[in-house]
């Protein structure tokens, strides 16, 4: 279970989660031990999961990246699912409700290596038809703060 304070830290931490355990913990008002221990809590149960790189504007815009929504046979999302962690373009794999099964979220160095990885992905026997949303502009990001 969650406090205020749980949820202090872990904003702090989206903000910056290169934070040191002290500077948190100054910012916190709270003694360095005691922000630890609720860090390791957050950690062993879940909440935080790890610890990312967040790849900055200009290495950003260098990408292209698409949604994917995907429509398969039923009863194939553990074998789509293994086929598609196994290609490296392929960042995020949600399942949906409505018309599709699938949403991706993927990534590609340019034009033709999208083209490719789009070809891998409609290769999947399983896979009965899929449409390619490719991101132009971001507006904004709730997730990037």
Known sequence: MMDSRDQE???????DARQSVSLLAQKLGMARTTLQARLEKL????????????LGDVTQAARITSTVLVQMEPGSVAPVTF???KMAGVKRVLTC?????????VDAASPSE???LLDDIGDIAEITSSESLIHLTERFNRHAL
């Open 43 to 54: 950690e062993r149960s879940g909440v935080v999961a790890g610890y990312t790189v967040r």
């Open 9 to 15: 830290l872990i904003d702090l931490l989206s903000q």
């Open 114 to 116: 999208l083209d490719k």
């Open 83 to 85: 086929k598609l962690k």
């Open 97 to 105: 409700s409505g018309r599709f099964d699938l949403i991706l979220e």
